[in-house]
Nanobody
Framework: VQLQASGGGLVQAGGSLRLSCAAS????????MAWFRQAPGEDREFAAG????????KYADSVKGRFTISRDNAKNTVCLQMDSLKPEDSTVYYC???????????????WGQGTLVTVSS
């Protein structure tokens, strides 16, 4: 099982980035998916989640209205569209797969590697 995150990079404040998480060995349409983020020296925190049924989403207050999580079943990928980016969004983003939607780091079954997002002011 492997989750491969990509799409991070450098963008100016107010700009957009689209993160992708490609899965191998794991049918993402049978899992709830999420994106977490972690700044150096800080705890990993929940950013966005998508129920495995595909109709329910959950967002952290800090990203609500700016980030959108979605899934492409044909490509077995999950994406995070990030708009109106702020410098405080700069950190490493991790995709995650779990049997149920959760905001708890300790409950996650599968983690991808991180992808770095840097937002310049």
């Amino acid at each position: 099982v492997q989750l491969q995150a990509s799409g991070g990079g450098l963008v100016q404040a107010g700009g957009s980035l689209r993160l992708s998480c490609a899965a191998s060995g794991l049918p993402l349409n049978q899992y709830s998916m999420a994106w977490f983020r972690q700044a150096p020296g800080e705890d990993r925190e929940f950013a966005a989640g998508l129920h495995r049924g595909g109709s329910f989403t959950k967002y952290a207050d800090s990203v609500k209205g700016r980030f959108t999580i979605s899934r492409d079943n044909a490509k077995n990928t999950v994406c995070l569209q990030m708009d109106s980016l702020k410098p405080e969004d700069s950190t490493v983003y991790y995709c995650a797969a779990n049997s149920f939607i959760t905001t708890s780091v300790g409950a996650i079954e599968y983690w991808g590697q991180g992808t770095l997002v840097t937002v310049s002011s």
